[in-house]
């Protein structure tokens, strides 16, 4: 019902109560999601312990200025991560706004935390998801614009929303018809300077809309809670690659798969694995588990017995995108990883040759993860510069387009470095 970090409500409790306060004919009300921003680099400048001080400070200063004793119907939860959800009053929300970012200014002094607010007016006919939906549709409108810190939703954003829906109606004939196929990027060890293993990447190509971006598909198929699918799917295919080119007699490497977290919830994901993998005949050694870094504290138990027993079946267990999200500390202590992912998207607009503090911030997480007994995997490497310095500061392996897009398993074989 509440938060573990912040005693805020949750996610669940706050969208049942709203849903009763909207549906009764309340009116005047407001949703306002709000995303602190940049928050990745403010974990990876001062540290995730620092991070969740702020959270937690965060949610003291919403309590105050969204106090249910100066309106009655004033619900505050915290999403995920850095989100924030307020059902609120619309007569006083962009007065309010304001005032919760004068407060951030002042937090502290040595940094400037900055929010992002999205707000959409809810009616009693339309459900509640749909209106955070559109509350975070205002918000991330305005991620790139520093000028502006909050955004009222309008009709063009329902373009996002209309895609949305697009892709759940058609998402089951897309895997029947082939729409959506499976390609592989090459994963590079950088000490053999030799291709080692590849990660497979579901990529969907609609014959009426045309490419339909992974960044797009695979968060709405999540949020909707049929990412399961994609993963059963993808994992089938992964399997039937690799039997062919074995019975082929042609060369094979160990291939990473991708397992949201919500899998565990949503199927008996192991037992798909299991399943595949011997009907298939696949050593568990050439068949990786990745399971991304956006891991929250309800997901702890079933996940933590789901990453063990995929271990203790002999399968490599990886964390991917180290460093995208908030938690990555709390995440390395609570759960057993063989292998993480750094992503190096927060480096960009940094000069590696020149930035200390860019050298700083991969050498401390570096070694952070070899005194754990984790191997460590740089992704998205895209110039020779990077390349240079992660090697020289001794990354096992690396992957990204400087070593080649998504691509047949056959074209990973045909690779030379």
Known sequence: MFDTLTGLLSRNAFLERSRRIVQSGENGLAVVWFNLDNFAMFNNRFGFEKG???????AVILRSIFSPDEYKNNLIARFSDDNFVILTDWT??????????????????????????????????????????RAKLACDNIKKNHSVSSCMFHEKMSEELSLQQYILDNFENALKLKHIGI?????????????????????????????????KFIPTLEQYREIHKLDIFAMRKVCDDYRARREKGLS???ISINISRLDFELCDIIGEVERTVIFNDIPRNMLNIEITESINDEDMTVLNLGIEKFRALGYEVWMDDFGSGYSSLNVLKDYNFDTIKFDMKFLHGFDIKKSEKAKYIISANL??????GMKALAEGVETAEQLEYLTSIGFDKAQGYFFGKPMTLDEIFSLTF
């Open 52 to 58: 969740d001080e702020i959270l937690r400070e965060i």
């Open 92 to 133: 006083t929300v962009e007065i309010k706004i304001d005032t919760v970012q004068e407060y951030l200014y002042t937090l502290h002094e040595n940094v400037t935390l900055r929010f992002r607010a999205g707000i959409y007016f809810p009616s009693e006919h339309e459900d509640i998801r749909t209106s955070c939906d």
């Open 183 to 215: 390609l592989y990027q090459p994963i590079v060890d950088l000490s053999k300077k030799k291709i080692c293993e590849a990660e497979a990447l579901a990529r969907w190509n609609d014959p009426v809309i045309g490419t339909i971006s992974p960044g």
């Open 252 to 254: 094979v490497i160990p």
């Open 367 to 372: 070694s952070m993860a070899r005194l754990m």
